[in-house]
Protein backbone atom coordinates (compact mmCIF):
# COMPACT_ATOMS: atom_id res chain seq x y z
CA UNK A 1 0.00 0.00 0.00
CA UNK A 2 1.12 3.61 -0.93
CA UNK A 3 -1.76 5.48 -0.29
CA UNK A 4 -4.79 5.78 2.48
CA UNK A 5 -7.61 8.03 2.28
CA UNK A 6 -11.84 8.59 0.84
CA UNK A 7 -11.12 8.67 -2.60
CA UNK A 8 -13.15 5.51 -3.66
CA UNK A 9 -10.60 2.72 -5.45
CA UNK A 10 -11.52 1.64 -8.76
CA UNK A 11 -13.60 -1.39 -9.02
CA UNK A 12 -13.46 -4.29 -12.06
CA UNK A 13 -9.93 -3.29 -13.26
CA UNK A 14 -8.56 -5.52 -15.98
CA UNK A 15 -4.94 -5.16 -16.48
CA UNK A 16 -2.93 -6.73 -19.50
CA UNK A 17 0.05 -6.26 -20.73
CA UNK A 18 0.65 -5.99 -24.51
CA UNK A 19 4.09 -5.90 -25.60
CA UNK A 20 6.14 -3.70 -23.71
CA UNK A 21 2.78 -2.04 -22.17
CA UNK A 22 0.82 -2.20 -19.18
CA UNK A 23 -3.10 -1.73 -20.53
CA UNK A 24 -5.34 -0.91 -18.00
CA UNK A 25 -9.44 -0.43 -17.57
CA UNK A 26 -11.92 0.23 -14.78
CA UNK A 27 -15.70 0.41 -14.64
CA UNK A 28 -18.01 3.55 -14.20
CA UNK A 29 -18.92 4.74 -11.09
CA UNK A 30 -21.80 6.75 -10.12
CA UNK A 31 -20.02 10.38 -9.08
CA UNK A 32 -20.14 10.82 -5.57
CA UNK A 33 -18.02 13.34 -3.12
CA UNK A 34 -15.00 10.30 -3.09
CA UNK A 35 -15.66 9.65 -6.62
CA UNK A 36 -15.87 11.91 -9.44
CA UNK A 37 -14.70 11.33 -13.18
CA UNK A 38 -12.25 14.12 -12.74
CA UNK A 39 -9.89 12.00 -9.98
CA UNK A 40 -6.50 11.42 -11.61
CA UNK A 41 -5.19 7.97 -11.55
CA UNK A 42 -1.60 6.89 -9.97
CA UNK A 43 -0.42 3.76 -10.66
CA UNK A 44 2.83 1.94 -9.47
CA UNK A 45 5.19 -0.47 -10.88
CA UNK A 46 7.51 -2.33 -8.68
CA UNK A 47 9.97 -4.83 -9.99
CA UNK A 48 10.60 -7.40 -7.00
CA UNK A 49 13.52 -8.86 -8.77
CA UNK A 50 15.26 -5.61 -8.60
CA UNK A 51 13.85 -4.05 -5.69
CA UNK A 52 12.93 -0.88 -7.86
CA UNK A 53 9.28 0.92 -8.18
CA UNK A 54 8.26 3.09 -11.43
CA UNK A 55 5.04 5.27 -10.98
CA UNK A 56 3.09 8.10 -12.20
CA UNK A 57 0.18 10.43 -11.93
CA UNK A 58 -1.53 10.71 -15.24
CA UNK A 59 -3.49 12.99 -17.15
CA UNK A 60 -5.75 9.64 -16.95
CA UNK A 61 -9.11 10.50 -15.35
CA UNK A 62 -11.11 8.30 -13.83
CA UNK A 63 -13.82 9.12 -16.22
CA UNK A 64 -11.27 7.71 -19.23
CA UNK A 65 -12.08 4.51 -18.22
CA UNK A 66 -8.37 3.67 -18.93
CA UNK A 67 -4.97 4.34 -19.68
CA UNK A 68 -1.70 2.50 -20.69
CA UNK A 69 1.28 3.02 -19.07
CA UNK A 70 4.85 2.37 -20.83
CA UNK A 71 6.80 -0.29 -18.60
CA UNK A 72 10.51 0.23 -18.81
CA UNK A 73 12.72 -1.98 -20.81
CA UNK A 74 14.66 -2.42 -17.39
CA UNK A 75 12.39 -4.17 -16.39
CA UNK A 76 10.35 -6.59 -18.75
CA UNK A 77 10.96 -10.11 -17.71
CA UNK A 78 10.93 -9.87 -14.35
CA UNK A 79 8.19 -10.61 -11.90
CA UNK A 80 6.35 -6.92 -11.68
CA UNK A 81 3.43 -6.09 -8.57
CA UNK A 82 1.03 -3.44 -10.00
CA UNK A 83 -0.75 -0.79 -7.18
CA UNK A 84 -3.65 1.78 -8.24
CA UNK A 85 -4.81 4.97 -6.40
CA UNK A 86 -7.17 8.09 -7.68
CA UNK A 87 -7.00 11.71 -6.03
CA UNK A 88 -8.47 14.28 -6.65
CA UNK A 89 -8.33 16.73 -9.14
CA UNK A 90 -6.52 19.43 -7.12
CA UNK A 91 -4.32 16.85 -4.93
CA UNK A 92 -5.98 17.77 -1.54
CA UNK A 93 -7.93 14.09 -1.44
CA UNK A 94 -6.04 10.62 -2.07
CA UNK A 95 -7.93 6.98 -1.89
CA UNK A 96 -6.55 3.61 -1.05
CA UNK A 97 -4.09 1.94 -3.22
CA UNK A 98 -5.18 -1.04 -4.37
CA UNK A 99 -2.88 -3.79 -5.46
CA UNK A 100 -3.91 -5.17 -8.37
CA UNK A 101 -1.96 -8.39 -9.57
CA UNK A 102 1.78 -10.14 -10.19
CA UNK A 103 2.76 -10.54 -13.68
CA UNK A 104 6.14 -11.23 -15.78
Known amino acids: MYSR ?29 YCRNTDLATVLVYNADKGKATGSVFETSWGELGCVIAIPAGFLGDDLHCYMSFSSADGKLVGDSRYLVIFR
Open 5 to 33: GHVSPPSSVVMQVNGNDLELSWAAQQESM
